[in-house]
T-cell receptor, first 114, second 112 residues
């Protein structure tokens, strides 16, 4: 399968710990997006990359969150000093460049902060 | 500010019945509109999208949606629902990919 993959699928951590998630996009896509989805809500945009450049970050993204896409391929999302409010599903998507291009979503990483 | 409202949190329909899921949006410019479906444990899948042109858009799995600018709506329809259509449906709006905003979703239950 050559879709978007995310690892891990589930992560349980204690408050104050750091966590890192990985996203592998569809190989020919140059845009990569991160979203957060809480129970009963739609995905909320966090940030996106075009190739290795991080072009936009949501105001929702606190300083504890950082994302990288070092070689324009896979991306990592790190959350430092996790809080219970960080518990959510973190979704990754990839697409071609244009705004009309479909975003293909991965299955998500479910984070639980105890 | 752009926003999307899906007024129905949960809808139940009988298999074979018709379906309409409502979506209202607020956007300052001509929007790009999308409907996605999310099944448990699965990623979001695009059903259809509207950018311009014909206001009636055909999508996958027999779904269609109609853009009504005067009503700021983009309702999703299907003439005959199948049990496999049970899922969460999200409407989204944006002009740039980074601006995409999703509604809170409508959960569809299909009765046998």
């Amino acid at each position: 399968d050559t879709g978007v993959s995310q690892d891990p699928r589930h992560k349980i951590t204690k408050r104050g710990q750091n966590v890192t998630f990985r996203c592998d996009p569809i190989s020919e896509h140059n845009r990569l997006y991160w979203y957060r989805q809480t129970l009963g809500q739609g995905p909320e945009f966090l940030t996106y990359f075009q190739n290795e450049a991080q072009l936009e970050k949501s105001r929702l993204l606190s300083d504890r969150f950082s994302a990288e896409r070092p070689k324009g391929s896979f991306s990592t999302l790190e959350i430092q000093r996790t809080e219970q409010g960080d518990s959510a599903m973190y979704l990754c998507a990839s697409s071609w460049t244009g705004p009309e291009d479909e975003q293909f979503f991965g299955p998500g990483t479910r984070l639980t902060v105890l | 500010a752009q926003s999307v409202t899906q007024p129905d949190i949960h809808i139940t329909v009988s298999e074979g019945a018709s379906l309409e899921l409502r979506c209202n949006y607020s956007y300052g410019a001509t929007p790009y509109l999308f409907w996605y479906v999310q099944s448990p444990g699965q990623g979001l899948q695009l059903l259809l999208k509207y950018f311009s042109g014909d206001t009636l858009v055909q999508g996958i799995k027999g779904f269609e949606a109609e853009f009504k600018r005067s009503q700021s709506s983009f309702n999703l329809r299907k003439p005959s629902v199948h049990w496999s259509d049970a899922a969460e449906y999200f409407c989204a709006v944006g002009a740039l990919s980074s601006d995409m905003r999703f509604g809170a979703g409508t959960r569809l239950t299909v009765k046998p």
